[in-house]
């Protein structure tokens, strides 16, 4: 049985500016504006949302599918994600395209000047659900890539009876009613954060009470304040788990995704199952990247003890 992430698959190109850009702006002459920034440093990092949530379930003992479509640069990254446990079979290189690709860079003050390009991302529709044929498919996660083609995932699942788990993020300004609601009906799981439930009651014209109605389970994260997870009728309040150190907060969501979702279908109850994911977020929030943390499952136990009692239901990782 396996775990399958559709959405974007992204490298970041993180750069450096040694200088404030505000001092190279001329007001007086925007409408001739030429500038070219040169940088001290750069590094490129593997990202997208698919892959992010794929390799903190590997590290949490699952067997995630990877299902985008991707540049002709993408082999390098295939082998590293194979190589985390993580099966790619799904990944589909769209000839002519790189994979897509975010660019920042930023100056001393933290101001930053950005380019994404959607490249592969934008023929996310070109696969379909029904091309994982006989696979036993216990989740499909329609994360964002192209707002078209997630809620054609959502058709899709649908149609062929797999549950599904809806997490709209950032592409919810991009859809409209009729969309969000199609997301929305019927899923299994809905993963926003604060500020993205509120953007999806108003657009869908949805209560928070219609919204529970539709879905089984609604897990909305709120930063610093941890999370809540509303189901059954019931709101399950989860604390955040402290970092030892703070590096950079993207991603953070992603993990805690994989973090949740291992404790579900590991038939845990919802306050580890959220407290899973607030320590698999705590793991990224430590690192620069979204991909480059690292624990063994009994590293993973031993931490979530040293904040939390499960009773001993964490044993169950490592079977």
């Known amino acids: 049985m396996s775990i399958v992430c559709s959405g974007s698959v992204a490298y970041d190109y993180l750069m450096k500016f040694p200088g404030v850009f505000k001092d190279h702006i001329l007001p007086d002459h925007l409408e001739s504006i030429s500038l070219s920034f040169l940088v001290d440093d750069m590094i490129r990092l593997q990202g997208g949302i698919a892959p992010n949530i794929c390799y903190s379930l590997a590290l949490l003992g699952q067997k995630p599918m990877l299902f985008a479509t ?18 790619c079979r799904f990944a589909r290189v769209i000839p002519g395209k790189y994979t897509a690709s975010f660019f920042a860079n930023t100056d001393q ?37 192209d707002p078209q083609a997630m809620i054609g995932y959502a058709l899709q699942c649908k149609e062929l009876g797999i549950p599904y788990a809806f997490d709209p993020s950032q592409q919810i300004i991009r859809m409209d009613k009729a969309m969000i609601r199609e997301g929305v009906a019927g899923a299994k799981f809905l993963f926003c954060n604060e500020y993205e439930f509120e953007l999806l009651k108003k657009h869908a014209e949805l209560s928070e009470a219609d919204i529970t109605a539709e879905v089984d389970c609604v897990i909305v994260t709120l930063g610093e304040q941890g999370s809540k997870i ?21 991603g953070v969501g992603d993990a805690y995704r994989s973090g949740f979702l291992t404790g579900f279908f590991k038939g845990l109850n919802w306050e580890v199952c959220g407290r899973m994911g607030s320590l698999a977020s705590a793991y990224v929030l430590e690192q620069q990247g979204t991909q480059t943390h690292a624990y063994t499952r009994q590293q993973f136990i031993d931490r979530f003890r040293t904040q939390w009692d499960d009773g001993g239901q964490l044993d169950c990782l490592l079977s």
Do not use: C, H
């Open 230 to 250: 509303l189901t059954g009728g019931q709101t399950y309040a989860i604390p955040v788990f402290p970092p030892a150190d703070i590096k950079d907060p993207t």
């Open 70 to 87: 991707v540049g002709e640069d993408f082999e390098n990254y295939r082998q590293w994600l194979t190589t985390q446990g993580i099966d």
């Open 109 to 145: 003050t933290n101001a930053q000047i950005a380019f994404f390009y959607t490249g592969a991302m934008g023929n996310s529709a070109d696969i379909k659900v029904a091309e994982l044929g006989d696979e036993a498919v216990e989740l499909f996660i329609i994360s964002p890539s």
